[in-house]
């Protein structure tokens, strides 16, 4: 099956760090582009940020709240993205989506919660 | 960054019913706009791309229409498992992608 699966959600204090896992399978995992999204509990959606495929640079690109805070990682090998997240605030709180990425998001995952909170 | 503007917030309507969501950009967009469909509790799915392009699998009650500002999403005939949030999206101008803040079809 062509599927995404995201890990490594949970309870975190702020200023903590956190990161969380994407496991991508049925798909060439290496010749994609990859996003997460993120979702504030009965919110819209909110583009984290992405990395691009090997080929390209594996170059990434975020969204002004979490620039210089998250750092958006893949290992190809692994077939896994991966996003470290550092000095995480309370509007961090959100479900974390991993997508992938063609500028528009085709395939999704079924996300993983984190909560910031003291 | 562009701002998208979904509307209406709402829309009730009844099984069998058509119904019509829109979206506007903050400028344009030219046709790089796409639609999800988000049911309770699930992931995002991914409906219409480059404004009009139905993706792999979705039925053809819905359609979609527009460029630069303006966008529809036309759903006809409403059936039950239809009842979602709908979000648009743009993928002109980034960083950052940036979606609309969603539209609930509801019975």
């Known amino acids: 099956d062509v599927q995404l699966v995201e890990s490594g959600g949970g309870l975190v204090k702020p200023g903590g760090s956190l990161r969380l896992s994407c496991a991508a399978s049925?798909?060439?995992?290496?010749?994609?582009?990859m996003s997460w999204v993120r979702q504030v509990p009965g919110k819209g959606l909110e583009w984290v940020g992405r990395?691009?495929?090997?080929?390209?640079?594996?170059?990434?690109d975020y969204a002004p709240p979490v620039n210089d805070r998250f750092i958006i990682s893949r290992d190809d090998s692994k077939n896994t993205l991966y996003l470290q997240m550092n000095g995480l605030k309370s509007e961090d709180t959100a479900v974390y989506y991993c997508a992938r990425d063609y500028d528009y998001f085709d395939l999704w995952g079924r996300g993983t919660l984190v909560t910031v909170s003291s | 960054e562009i701002v998208m503007t979904q509307s209406p917030a709402t829309l009730s309507v009844s099984p069998g019913e058509r119904a019509t969501l829109a979206c506007r950009a903050s400028?344009?967009?030219?046709?790089?706009l796409a639609w999800y469909q988000q049911k309770l509790g699930q992931a995002p799915r991914l409906l219409i791309y480059?404004?009009?392009t139905r993706a792999t699998g979705v039925p053809a009650r819905f359609s979609a229409s527009g460029s630069g500002t303006d966008f529809s999403l036309i759903i006809s005939g409403l059936q039950s498992e239809d009842f979602a949030v709908y979000y648009c999206?743009?993928?002109?101008?980034?960083?950052?992608?940036?979606f609309g803040q969603g539209t609930r079809v509801e019975i």
């Open positions: 480059h404004a009009t």
């Open positions: 999206q743009q993928y002109n101008k980034w960083p950052p992608w940036t």
């Open positions: 049925g798909f060439t995992f290496n010749n994609v582009r």
């Open positions: 400028e344009s967009v030219r046709t790089n």
């Open positions: 990395i691009r495929s090997k080929t390209e640079g594996e170059t990434t």
